[in-house]
C-alpha cells in the first residue's frame, strides 16, 4: 500500500513551480539533479539537491525524492543515512530564503558546518 502511494506520488507531480524542468515528479527531480555542480560533497550534493527540488518542482517533492532515494539505497546497494535526510532537510529549508543556487550553496554549506564559498 505505502509502495503504491510512493509511486502514484511519484509520478503524480504538481504544477507549483512556474518552470517545472519536467511534469512528473520522478523527471523533474531527476533533471534538477543532473545539473548539480561537480565538485560536491555527499552531504552539500543532498542539501543543495533538495534546496533545487524545492523551488523547481516543489517542497513536498524535494521531500519524496530525498525519502525515496534513502529508501532505495536501503532496500538496495546504496548507502542509506540519517544524515543525509538531515542535509535534505536542510536544504529545504535553505530553498526557503534565497532563490540563487549560489546563495543556496553558501546556506546548506552554514547549516552544513562545511568551510567553502
Request: charged share 20%.
Amino acid at each position: 500500500m505505502v509502495s503504491a502511494l510512493l509511486v502514484a506520488s511519484s509520478l503524480a507531480g504538481c504544477a507549483s513551480a512556474p518552470e517545472r524542468p519536467a511534469s512528473s515528479t520522478l523527471g523533474c527531480a531527476q533533471a534538477v539533479v543532473a545539473t548539480l555542480p561537480t565538485g560536491l560533497t555527499d552531504p552539500e550534493k543532498h542539501c543543495l539537491a533538495s534546496a533545487s527540488i524545492a523551488l523547481q518542482c516543489s517542497p513536498f517533492e524535494a521531500w519524496l525524492a530525498g525519502w525515496g532515494k534513502e529508501v532505495r539505497d536501503a532496500l538496495g546497494d546504496g548507502d542509506a543515512a540519517r544524515e543525509d535526510l538531515e542535509a535534505n532537510r536542510l536544504g529545504r529549508q535553505c530553498a526557503e530564503k534565497p532563490d540563487d543556487a549560489g546563495e543556496m550553496l553558501v546556506c546548506c554549506r552554514r547549516g552544513l558546518g562545511v568551510a567553502g564559498d
